[in-house]
């Protein structure tokens, strides 16, 4: 599975911006997606997810980091084999490199161990 990121800049603060992510070379309805994010010296960090097509209730559950809650929404397109993030009410603490990272059939989406693939990052630069 390949994972392009994209939709990175530099925003105010308050500001929004959507960023995407195509995945390839592999069955994305079986896949739960997410992002991470890394701001400089810091670790990487869980942002949001979204679970794989189960067929059941489960499907497109969400999961969000505190810090993001209410301002970020993560979503799927799996005919056009895409997860999005819309990011609102931006704030400087959000600048940081963006990455999205896939995993077949899994639940809990949180710790970045169980994400077999990962995208090359987008830079998300928020000025105050």
């Known amino acids: 599975v390949q994972l392009q990121a994209s939709g990175g800049g530099l925003v105010q603060a308050g500001g929004s911006l959507r960023l995407s992510c195509a995945a390839s070379?592999?069955?994305?309805?079986?896949?739960?997606m997410a992002w991470f994010r890394q701001a400089l010296g810091k670790e990487r960090e869980f942002v949001a997810g979204i679970t794989w097509d189960g067929g059941s209730t489960n499907y497109g559950s969400t999961n969000y980091a505190d810090s993001v809650k209410g301002r970020f929404t993560i979503s799927r397109d799996n005919a056009k084999n895409t997860v999005y993030l819309r990011m609102n009410g931006l704030k400087p603490e959000d600048t940081a490199v963006y990455y999205c990272a896939a995993a077949y059939f899994l639940s809990t989406m949180s710790s970045m161990t169980p994400y077999a693939y990962w995208g090359q990052g987008t830079q998300v630069t928020v000025s105050s």
């Open positions: 070379g592999g069955v994305f309805s079986r896949l739960t």
